[in-house]
């Protein structure tokens, strides 16, 4: 599928342009403290013109053949780009989490750290995430490392979305 740039977009928004659209897909999520399963997502990034990109992100898991079982997880944030070609993803989660992370974008290519974690009170225990993104054969390709309830730093899910629509 063609991308068009939209030319109301800012310029300092290019490094993040191909992240625009509604993306769908399906992974693997799991963790020392979870059994590995099949989940799908949803992922929308847009922009109104302004210097920053709007993501939303739903999740659910999957049965054995891929139909949905119940939601996950929801996210919303903001993408925005700031000199040297460094980015920043702010995310509010439903489960009482909000993250900066913080890190480099290359040509279809995104690495992301955390750089602070806010928790609620009632919120599982959670301190320290890295995220991949990658366009890879017109796919996004995303990979989520965390730590959590105790855990070292490791991998928790990653995922392949089509853009849709």
């Known amino acids: ?13 290019a490094p993040l342009a191909w992240l625009i659209g ?11 403290t979870i059994e ?5 997502q949803e992922i929308i990034c847009s922009h109104d013109g302004r210097p920053f990109l709007e993501w939303q992100s739903h ?15 929801t996210e919303l944030g903001f993408w925005r780009v700031v000199e040297g070609g460094e980015v920043e993803l702010l995310l509010a989660h439903n489960f009482g989490v909000v993250e900066l992370y913080y890190g480099t974008a290359e040509p279809a290519k995104i690495e992301l750290r955390t750089d602070g974690v806010l928790r609620s009170p009632n919120a599982k225990d959670y301190s320290a995430g890295t995220r991949l993104l990658g366009l890879v054969n017109s796919n996004l390709m995303y990979a989520m490392d965390m730590a959590a309830v105790g855990q ?11 853009r849709v629509g």
């Open 59 to 73: 999740s659910w898991l999957l049965d054995e053949e891929g139909n949905k079982v119940r939601p996950l997880a």
């Open 36 to 40: 590995s399963r099949n989940y799908g």
């Open 1 to 13: 599928m063609a991308f068009n740039l939209d030319l109301d977009m800012p310029i300092e928004l």
């Open 22 to 32: 509604r993306w769908e897909g399906a992974g693997v999520v799991g963790y020392p």
């Open 152 to 162: 070292p730093l490791q991998s928790h899910l990653s995922a392949e979305l089509k």
